[in-house]
């Protein structure tokens, strides 16, 4: 690794991008975080650069508005960050139904876990393809393999950044830039209560840690991998979403989502 060079994380200052800072620290990365939470961020880097040596830089950022991404990326090139590992972590869902939900929240949800993760690996792949080397971790989900009534928006999202990842990957192969999308399964991180799903037993269900799936992610990342599947309730359904029928599969989701 160039010391001059960056990891890039978004949703660093909890849950699965917390894990994945104190990992990409641990191993000498050089870091810039972004995240709402200033004080938060400010406090993760006081911690990681003593217990590391390495560089962080702190950007406080609302992800979820327009042009965020293209702010940000202008930020860091005009700081002289270069970026070799983007993380696109940031995202969020919402449990419930469709036409009951929140229209403002649900155009949030597709500009953060779509469209910002579209600028944000355009611009900075952009340019790791012109120095011939780079990294992007996108987080996709269990959610991404099959429809999902009730987490309509949400899986629809992560299908489209399973889709897109994978595609991605195979583009940039030979230019020295991998795409690595990480398909989390029930994980315990607070994001369960941010969609209003507290109440559902799927998180019940093979749930792991945000430390076990970060592990799972950074390592396939720095090997290069196209996906990584994190934990045996998404390689269940990834098998089980290819041989049964997808009506028989929605109504399988709907009633585990709901019993």
Not at 167 to 173: G, I, K, M, T, V
Request: positive net charge; contains cysteine; aromatic residues 8%.
């Amino acid at each position: 690794m160039k010391n001059h060079t960056y990891t890039l994380i978004t949703g660093a200052s909890n849950g699965i991008g917390y894990e994945l800072t104190k990992l990409f620290a641990a191993g000498k990365h050089n870091l810039i975080l972004v995240a709402r939470s200033e004080n938060k961020l400010l406090t993760i880097k006081e911690e990681l650069e003593l217990q590391h040596g390495i560089s962080i830089a702190v950007i406080a950022k609302d992800l979820s508005r327009e042009n965020a991404a293209q702010e940000l990326f202008e930020a860091t090139q005009a700081s002289g960050l270069a970026v070799d590992i983007l993380v696109n972590n940031a995202g969020f869902g919402d449990f419930g139904d469709f036409l009951d939900a929140d229209l403002a929240k649900l155009k949030n949800m597709l500009n953060l876990n779509v469209n910002t993760l579209i600028q944000m690996t355009y611009l900075y792949a952009g340019e790791m393809r012109k120095n011939g080397f780079g990294k992007v971790l996108n987080l996709a989900s269990l959610a991404g393999l099959t429809a999902m009534p009730y987490f309509t928006m949400y899986a629809a999202t992560k299908a489209f950044v399973l889709s897109f990842s994978q595609a991605l990957d195979e583009e940039l192969r030979r230019t020295g830039v991998c795409v690595t999308a990480l398909c989390p399964g029930p994980v315990v991180t607070g994001f369960e209560n941010a969609a209003n799903m507290h109440y559902s037993p799927l998180m019940m269900i093979g749930a792991y840690s945000a430390k076990q799936i970060a592990k799972a992610g950074y390592k396939a990342t720095m090997k290069g991998k196209s996906v990584q599947y994190g934990g045996w309730v998404v390689g269940l359904v990834n098998i089980v979403s290819r041989l049964l029928p997808r009506k028989l599969m929605r109504k399988i989701i709907k009633k585990a989502l709901l019993s």
